[in-house]
């Protein structure tokens, strides 16, 4: 390992970092060794010292917690008709579940050490192993200095991407020498600006600029390359990994949020209450005689007790006496309804996956209700909608359509015919054919290896490629199914087999590289005749205006049909280049890449020069293969009245065909895009042109669009696109017109039937999830996804799905929920997420109204007992109400109720709008159980009180007394609350039957035998 050391004064400044690898800096001050963090990352919610402390707040966030914390302190201390346990047992039951529940949630002490490392080490990584923490490429073993790496873990791509060595690096890092400077740790995966000064005995020191295409990341694994070695720049905490992450916190349901409100009110009517009989006992106990009757006289102590005190005191007794009417044996069932319901998802056969023989994965029970609340999902594209299996399906050259002769489908109304290339009429000439192919097989950034290793060139049918992206493999394959074949690369030069089997060579001269806002990319080769050729590729609106247009009207009828049936176009052109041209545009190039200032600009200015007057050759068609059924899926959610927003780290113009492919975008759908490339204004600054395109878009999309009523489809569909430095722009603005830009895009979104983020960092799709959710209305919001880039903003929104897909199991880990497909969703939003929120909806009503009923003729029993806190019902009733005679049959309920069977659901995505926005516990419908509840505890009490208007006599000459009275009125009480769940009930299972008509037998068994008893 390699000695590192750092200035103290470096770690201050704000903008950069100096890092000195392989010597001490040569001074005469004292030095201060750098304090850089360690290489540790700690992803957990509690540690075992803070989680008693920490849970305990969090449980008592709980109204109903707190307040019978409160009651059962009351209890202990003051003399009151009930006892503590009637509230502690209950409480401690509740709180203890709740706590065994989360600390066996996965990851609660977890916290990831890799082997020490520290900022200034230099590191040694092999082939498949990730890399420790953020390293700057030193030296390779592959011969051209680079090496391959996949970032599925962070962005969700799984393809390879090339990285390059620090050139003029010391072979022997031992007697390496130098200074790194760069910027402090931040987010963003795609951006690193730095320097390396490079320290040689008697030379000046050379100065290397660094960018991204030499960072490692963390997270990211060694592809194809049997070793590398780097010096770490970023640890632990500040490696972009750790800075894209979001830390889990405890997610509440709405549901949950409505019972908190529910329950202020009933804590009002329960305050209301006491203070009336309170006030009422001591009026009437100040007329004569009231106070100290002559069967009743006052002790002493009585006496001398302070009279405020003890109209306190009342006022507590009071509380504790009609505390029922708060149910903490709701917590107590909707925790069950909760955690068993839960299986039900589990067992679900629907959610099992033959291929990788798994089911669906519940990770937390707290959200099952909230499935059903579901406004907005959003989602990731590669591995979520599609495959990411690009695979090549047409080409089109001069005007000529060619098919594989695998496709079955019948093309502009010719089929095709058997042979390696289909042929409409006729076909273009073969010197065409094979200049179109030969682009195919030139025109990348593809490498070639056998079964994954480095070396020779592959055999003709055994070769595998790996690229910076999957559709350059696809259009490489698809030239091999017409007879040319890339055998690879080796010294810079590209090595081809044509349909002869003979071997063309090809000395690569220069990659002018894809970036957003070009849309293209091309290569420049000298063939073996010595001409120089440019071939390049790229998007229809990059490429057509480049080209005689009198070309561009044959291609694009072709490149219009494949884009709307959602395949991912590209058109190729070629361009020869004169010795002059090609002169002129290699200085040209060389003088741009040495540049240290506004590289970037001076390297587009020659690439478009050099990429002028090309001719057009034809353009290909290639699909990614979506996931099973995703159209299906999308188009069933926005039928549920749900806006899917999917976020991407991927290639606007890939994501923007799968929106197509999904049926997300359709063809009458008005695109809106907020991109790098619609922000490009020669006039104009950037923040300008943004702000400009917000307001021009929030008049097109908001104040010029008619207002519809309820949930009619507006007159004309608009869909939003924009990309990750567009949406920094936004977020990132000035402060005064940060939020600004904010609400124009908010509102444009949201008038938005689909929009699509496209080259987003994992945080960036956090800080989209955060911003709708808490906008107006706090809308419920979903996040599913695959990868390790999903994290963020599956611990976001509301409700985290994660897929158990091809890119690891970090997003299944970090997840509420698990499904092994996307298509699976549809059922556990319309059908699953349906019937548990009318479910829990339903309990929650139900307990508040019979709890009123419960209490409300023990309140009205006060006015005729002289406010003495006597309790109306025996103590077994009281403790055994909600724990025995009416808990299991709303628990039955809340499980197996179908109000509307899940095939119907399913097929009719229209009715989860009609319990959208939290429908059944608004305060209508809260309003409508609490008259109900007091209309029938008026009923019970003075219906039993008119039947006792003529008073009776027992067999043994005794009246009725208070215990027979009460006891009637807890009898009518039970088997009306009972019956009325039994009317609600619309799935009757055996479960149903036994705990309805088995609950009012036990009552009925119990009052006999518990009449024996006190009688």
């Keep these: 390992r390699l000695s590192h050391f750092g200035l103290g004064g470096d770690e201050s400044r704000v903008d950069s970092r100096t890092i000195y690898v392989g010597h001490r800096p040569s001074t005469t001050e004292a030095f201060i060794p750098p304090k850089f963090c360690d290489n540790r990352i700690v992803s957990s919610k509690y540690t075992v010292w803070n989680f008693l402390p920490k849970n305990l707040f969090e449980q008592f966030r709980r109204i109903a917690n707190f307040y019978f914390l409160i009651i059962f302190l009351v209890q202990v201390i003051v003399d009151t008709p009930t006892s ?40 040694e990584v092999n082939e498949d192993e990730t890399f420790p923490c953020d390293l700057i490429l030193l030296q390779s073993t592959r011969d051209d200095d680079t090496c391959f790496v996949t970032t599925a873990s962070l962005d969700g791509e799984s393809n390879h991407k090339t990285h390059y060595t620090v050139p003029d690096t010391e072979k022997d890092l031992d007697s390496l020498s130098a200074t790194i400077e760069c910027e402090q740790p931040q987010p963003d995966l795609y951006k690193f600006v730095g320097r390396m000064h490079i320290y040689k005995t008697d030379r000046e020191p050379e100065i290397r600029s660094l960018g991204p295409e030499n960072l490692l990341l963390k997270g990211a694994t060694l592809k194809n390359t049997q070793r590398i070695c780097g010096v770490a720049v970023y640890t632990g905490m500040e490696t972009k990994m750790a800075l894209n992450y979001q830390g889990k916190s405890q997610k509440r349901s709405a549901v949950e949020k409505s019972i908190n409100a529910f329950l202020l009110v009933y804590l009002c009517i329960l305050v209301s209450k006491a203070l009336v009989c309170t006030t009422l006992k001591y009026v009437w106990q100040s007329k004569p005689g009231q106070d100290e009757p002559w069967y009743n006289q006052k002790t002493q102590r009585e006496k001398e007790t302070n009279l405020y005190l003890k109209m306190f005191t009342d006022f507590l007794s009071f509380m504790v006496l009609f505390n029922f009417i708060i149910p903490v044996s709701m917590y107590v069932t909707v925790e069950m309804q909760k955690f068993l319901g839960s299986f039900f998802i589990t067992w679900d056969r629907d959610f099992y996956d033959p291929e990788i023989q798994e089911g669906a994965l519940v990770n937390t029970s707290d959200l099952n209700e909230e499935l059903g609340q579901v406004e907005y999902v959003f989602t990731d594209k590669t591995g979520t909608l599609t495959q990411n299996n690009m695979e090549f399906i047409e080409c089109c050259i001069d005007g000529f359509q060619y098919k594989y002769r695998d496709a079955v489908s019948e093309l502009d109304g010719f089929s095709a015919t058997d042979g390696p290339v289909s042929k409409l009429q006729e076909k273009a000439g073969k010197e065409r054919e094979e200049l179109f192919l030969r682009a195919l097989c030139l025109c990348h950034t593809v490498m070639a290896g056998v079964d994954g290793m480095e070396g020779c060139p592959p055999p003709h049918e055994q070769t595998g490629f790996i690229a910076s992206s999957p559709d350059e493999v696809a259009l490489v394959k698809g030239a091999m199914r017409y007879g040319f074949t890339f055998l690879g690369m080796e010294s810079k030069k590209m090595k081809i087999m044509n349909r002869s089997n003979a071997i063309e060579t090809y000395d690569l001269l220069h990659v002018l590289n ?49 884009a709307t049936e959602g395949y991912r176009t590209l058109c190729v052109a070629y361009k020869k280049l004169s010795p002059e041209e090609y002169a002129r545009a290699d200085a040209d190039l060389q003088a741009a890449r040495l540049a240290l200032q506004d590289r970037e600009e001076k390297l587009i200015a020659v690439y478009n020069q050099v990429e002028a007057g090309m001719t057009l050759i034809g353009a290909t068609a290639v699909e990614d293969r979506l996931q099973e059924e995703a159209a299906e899926t999308m188009e069933a959610l926005q039928g549920a009245g749900i806006k899917v927003w999917v976020l991407t780290g991927d290639k606007m113009e890939t994501a923007k065909s799968t929106c197509y492919a999904c049926r997300l975008f359709q063809r009458g759908t008005e695109l809106l895009e907020l991109t790098v490339r619609t922000l490009e204004d020669g006039v104009r600054k950037r923040e300008e042109r943004l702000h400009d395109l917000l307001l021009e878009y929030h008049k097109k999309a908001v104040q010029d669009v008619p207002p519809t009523k309820g949930w009619s489809k507006p007159s004309q569909d608009f869909g939003f696109i924009i990309d990750g430095a567009s949406l920094s722009m936004v977020f990132n603005s000035s402060e005064s017109s940060s939020s600004h830009y904010k609400n124009l895009f908010l509102q444009i979104c949201q008038n938005c039937t689909t929009v699509l983020c496209c080259r987003m960092a994992p945080l960036q799709k956090a800080q989209i999830v955060k911003m709708v959710k808490c906008s107006k209305g706090s809308p419920i919001t979903l996040s599913i996804g695959d990868g390790a880039n999903d994290v963020s903003m599956i611990l976001e929104a509301h409700v985290g799905i994660g897929i158990k897909g091809k890119e690891g199991r970090q997003a299944v880990r970090n997840s509420d929920y698990a499904i092994p497909k996307l298509k699976h969703l549809k059922k556990l939003l319309l059908g699953h997420g349906h019937l548990y929120y009318v479910r829990i909806a339903h309990l929650v009503q139900y307990f508040f109204y019979k709890n009123l009923c419960f209490i409300l003729p023990q309140f009205l029993y006060q006015f005729f007992c002289g406010y003495s806190q006597q309790p109306l019902y025996d103590a077994a009733y009281l403790t055994m109400y909600n724990i025995c005679f009416t808990s299991m049959p709303i628990l039955a309920y809340s499980l197996l109720e179908q109000h509307i069977c899940v095939e119907v659901l399913l097929d009719n995505a229209t009715l989860y709008r009609s319990i959208a926005k939290n429908a059944m516990l608004r305060w209508v419908p809260f309003l409508y159980w609490t008259l109900l509840g007091v209309f029938h505890g008026l009923l019970f009490f003075f219906g039993v009180r008119f039947l006792f208007g003529n008073p009776a006599l027992q067999a043994n000459g005794q009246v009725f007394g208070n215990w027979s009275y009460g006891t009637i009125v807890f009898t009518v009480l039970v088997f009306t609350v009972t019956f009325k769940l039994a009317l609600d009930t619309r799935h009757w299972t055996w479960i149903n039957h036994f705990v309805i008509w088995g609950s009012l037998c036990f009552y009925v068994i119990f009052s006999f035998f518990w009449g024996g008893i006190i009688w």
């Design 84 to 123: 503590p346990v009637t509230s502690g047992l209950p409480l401690f039951f509740v709180i203890t579940v709740t706590a065994i529940k989360q600390v066996s949630s996965a990851g609660v002490f977890s916290c990831k050490r890799e082997s020490k490392r520290s900022v200034g080490d230099v590191v």
């Design 514 to 562: 894809f970036d957003p806002v070009r849309r293209r990319m091309s290569v420049i080769v000298r063939s073996k005749s010595g001409d120089a050729l440019l071939f390049c590729k790229g998007a229809d609106s990059s490429i057509f205006p480049r080209v005689r247009q009198e070309e561009v009207e044959k291609i694009r009828v072709h490149v219009e049909r494949n």
